[in-house]
């Protein structure tokens, strides 16, 4: 069973970036869609999609800020995050597109904080 562990994270400040890498460990198909959902204490948000073909998408909080890619040859996607709000902070997860959360990763923190 693939697993995905998710690094990056850290604490930033408002305005800052960070560029968040998820690799899978065990078999990953170039032909699934990944994405990154984001959990914060109050709600949970699908913050991105990458399909097969490259085709993205993006919550409304989030488009022309973050950019996902993807690797299939390293078995690696990533989330390019810049100008970073406050309400970005939360635990970020990457996950094949129809995971159960109780197979999701550890995820990774990100705060955003002055």
């Known amino acids: 069973q693939v697993q995905f562990v998710e690094s990056g994270g850290g604490l930033v400040k408002p305005g800052g970036s960070l560029r968040l890498s998820c690799v899978a460990s065990g078999s990953f198909k170039s032909i699934w869609t990944m994405a990154w959902y984001r959990q914060a204490p109050d709600k949970r948000e699908l913050v991105a999609t990458i399909?097969?073909?490259?085709?993205?998408t993006y919550a409304d909080s989030v488009k022309v800020r973050f950019t996902i890619s993807r690797d299939n040859a390293k078995k690696e996607v990533y989330l390019e995050m810049n100008d970073l709000k406050p309400e970005d902070t939360a635990v970020y997860y990457c996950?094949?597109?129809?995971?159960?959360?109780?197979?999701w990763g550890q995820g990774t923190q990100v705060t955003v904080s002055s």
């Open positions: 996950t094949k597109m129809g995971t159960a959360d109780d197979d």
């Open positions: 399909m097969a073909d490259r085709t993205t």
